[in-house]
C-alpha cells in the first residue's frame, strides 16, 4: 500500500492535481512555492499555499493542510481509503487509459495508410518514421473510430465523456495529425492539428499533464523549450533531444515548477516570432520569471515570422539552428 500511495503521489503531483481543478495560482518568493484561493473554504484574499517540492499544502485560512490524499479527503468528505481508491481509478488506471492508448494506436496504423497525412507532415519538414513510432504519431482520418472502438468493447458514453466522439457520434479529430501527450509513460491527452481548413489546433477537454515527455527531458541541464509539438517535433528529428514543449506561450504552474526543479538549468526559450510580438512577449516574461528563481534562461530570435518548425520546413539545417542557440541572448 505504502509503495502504491507514493507512486500515486508520484504520478499525479498536487499541483498538477489541483491545476487539473482550474485551480489559479501565483508563484511566490521560494522556486516552487504557489499562493492561491482555497478550495476547501470561502475566501477573497488567497492564503492557500503549495510547495511543489515537497508536494504539500497548507491553507493559513483554514489551518488545513496535508499531502494529495489529504486534500482529496477534505475536499469530498471522503475516508483516505476511498479517496486513495478514487484517485487511482480517476487518474492512474480505469478504462480511461486504456482507451486513450487504443485510439493512439489505431491512429498510428491509419498514419500509413494515408498518403495526405505523410505529405502533410513532410511539408512540415518530418519524414522520420523511428521519429514518428517513438512519439506514436497518428492519424485520424475522421468516421471510423467509434466503430473500432465500440468493438473492443467501450460504451458510448465513455468516447463522449473523454471527447473523442462527439454528441452526434462523430469523430471529434477529422483529418488531424495525432501526437500523444504523455507524463510518466501514460497518455493523459492527444494533440490533434488539422491537415484542412478546419480550426488548426485540438486538445481533448482534459489535463494536458505537464511539460511534453519531461520524464524523457527533465535530466537535461540545458534544455530548449518551444511552443507546439511540430517545433518539438522537428528539433527531436535533428537530434536536440533536450527539446520540451508547453503546449503554448503560457506555462501552467505545474509546467514552470517543472522547469525550476533544478536551480543549475539553462533553458533556451525558442517560441514563435510573431508579427504582433507576443511570442517575444511570452519569452521575455517567462525568462524574466525565470531568472528571478534564479534559473538561467536565454531567448533565442528566429527570422521574423517563424516558428523552429516553419524555420526548418523552410529550408533551415540543424547547422543555422545551432547558430541561433549560439547568439541566443540573456536578459
Ligand atoms: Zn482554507
Same mark, same amino acid.
Given at each position: 500500500m505504502d509503495a502504491d500511495l507514493a507512486e500515486l503521489k508520484r504520478r499525479l503531483p498536487l499541483l498538477e492535481y489541483l491545476q487539473r481543478r482550474h485551480w489559479k495560482a501565483q508563484h511566490v518568493g521560494a522556486q516552487q512555492e504557489f499562493v492561491g484561493l482555497c478550495p476547501l473554504h470561502q475566501e477573497t484574499h488567497p492564503s492557500f499555499y503549495v510547495n511543489a517540492g515537497k508536494n504539500l499544502f497548507y491553507c493559513h485560512g483554514c489551518g488545513r493542510g496535508g499531502d494529495l490524499i489529504r486534500f482529496v479527503e477534505l475536499e469530498r468528505q471522503l475516508s483516505f481509503r476511498q479517496s486513495v481508491a478514487q484517485l487511482q481509478e480517476e487518474?492512474?488506471? @480505469?478504462p480511461v487509459r486504456d482507451l486513450l492508448k487504443h485510439t493512439v494506436t489505431f491512429y498510428q496504423q491509419q498514419l500509413s495508410r494515408h498518403p495526405e497525412a505523410i505529405e502533410y507532415l513532410r511539408q512540415r519538414a518530418l519524414w522520420n518514421t523511428e521519429l514518428f513510432a517513438e512519439l506514436q504519431v497518428g492519424y485520424a482520418p475522421g468516421g471510423n473510430l467509434r466503430a473500432h472502438l465500440t468493438a473492443l468493447g467501450y460504451p458510448f458514453a465513455l468516447l463522449l465523456q473523454t471527447g473523442l466522439i462527439n454528441h452526434q457520434g462523430?469523430? &471529434? +479529430?477529422?483529418q488531424r495529425v495525432i501526437f500523444p501527450c504523455r507524463q510518466q509513460g501514460q497518455i493523459v491527452n492527444l494533440y490533434g492539428r488539422s491537415? @484542412? &481548413? &478546419? +480550426?488548426p489546433h485540438r486538445f481533448l477537454p482534459r489535463s494536458r499533464g505537464g511539460l511534453f515527455a519531461w520524464d524523457l527531458v527533465a535530466h537535461y541541464p540545458t534544455m530548449i523549450l518551444v511552443e507546439g509539438l511540430f517545433d518539438l517535433a522537428v528539433l527531436w528529428q535533428c537530434g536536440l533531444r533536450n527539446t520540451t514543449c508547453a503546449f503554448g506561450k503560457q506555462l501552467t504552474p505545474f509546467q514552470f515548477a517543472q522547469l525550476c526543479e533544478r536551480p543549475d538549468r539553462l533553458v533556451y526559450i525558442a517560441f514563435d516570432q510573431d508579427e504582433n510580438q507576443a511570442g517575444q512577449q511570452a519569452a521575455r516574461a517567462l525568462a524574466l520569471r525565470l531568472q528571478t528563481v534564479g534559473v538561467a534562461a536565454r531567448i533565442v530570435s528566429l527570422p521574423a515570422g517563424h516558428d523552429p518548425n516553419s524555420y526548418f520546413s523552410s529550408g533551415a539545417a540543424t547547422a543555422d539552428f545551432a547558430v541561433l542557440l549560439e547568439q541566443a541572448s540573456s536578459l
Amino acid at each position: 500500500m505504502d509503495a502504491d500511495l507514493a507512486e500515486l503521489k508520484r504520478r499525479l503531483p498536487l499541483l498538477e492535481y489541483l491545476q487539473r481543478r482550474h485551480w489559479k495560482a501565483q508563484h511566490v518568493g521560494a522556486q516552487q512555492e504557489f499562493v492561491g484561493l482555497c478550495p476547501l473554504h470561502q475566501e477573497t484574499h488567497p492564503s492557500f499555499y503549495v510547495n511543489a517540492g515537497k508536494n504539500l499544502f497548507y491553507c493559513h485560512g483554514c489551518g488545513r493542510g496535508g499531502d494529495l490524499i489529504r486534500f482529496v479527503e477534505l475536499e469530498r468528505q471522503l475516508s483516505f481509503r476511498q479517496s486513495v481508491a478514487q484517485l487511482q481509478e480517476e487518474w492512474c488506471s @480505469g478504462p480511461v487509459r486504456d482507451l486513450l492508448k487504443h485510439t493512439v494506436t489505431f491512429y498510428q496504423q491509419q498514419l500509413s495508410r494515408h498518403p495526405e497525412a505523410i505529405e502533410y507532415l513532410r511539408q512540415r519538414a518530418l519524414w522520420n518514421t523511428e521519429l514518428f513510432a517513438e512519439l506514436q504519431v497518428g492519424y485520424a482520418p475522421g468516421g471510423n473510430l467509434r466503430a473500432h472502438l465500440t468493438a473492443l468493447g467501450y460504451p458510448f458514453a465513455l468516447l463522449l465523456q473523454t471527447g473523442l466522439i462527439n454528441h452526434q457520434g462523430r469523430d &471529434a +479529430f477529422y483529418q488531424r495529425v495525432i501526437f500523444p501527450c504523455r507524463q510518466q509513460g501514460q497518455i493523459v491527452n492527444l494533440y490533434g492539428r488539422s491537415i @484542412g &481548413a &478546419a +480550426f488548426p489546433h485540438r486538445f481533448l477537454p482534459r489535463s494536458r499533464g505537464g511539460l511534453f515527455a519531461w520524464d524523457l527531458v527533465a535530466h537535461y541541464p540545458t534544455m530548449i523549450l518551444v511552443e507546439g509539438l511540430f517545433d518539438l517535433a522537428v528539433l527531436w528529428q535533428c537530434g536536440l533531444r533536450n527539446t520540451t514543449c508547453a503546449f503554448g506561450k503560457q506555462l501552467t504552474p505545474f509546467q514552470f515548477a517543472q522547469l525550476c526543479e533544478r536551480p543549475d538549468r539553462l533553458v533556451y526559450i525558442a517560441f514563435d516570432q510573431d508579427e504582433n510580438q507576443a511570442g517575444q512577449q511570452a519569452a521575455r516574461a517567462l525568462a524574466l520569471r525565470l531568472q528571478t528563481v534564479g534559473v538561467a534562461a536565454r531567448i533565442v530570435s528566429l527570422p521574423a515570422g517563424h516558428d523552429p518548425n516553419s524555420y526548418f520546413s523552410s529550408g533551415a539545417a540543424t547547422a543555422d539552428f545551432a547558430v541561433l542557440l549560439e547568439q541566443a541572448s540573456s536578459l
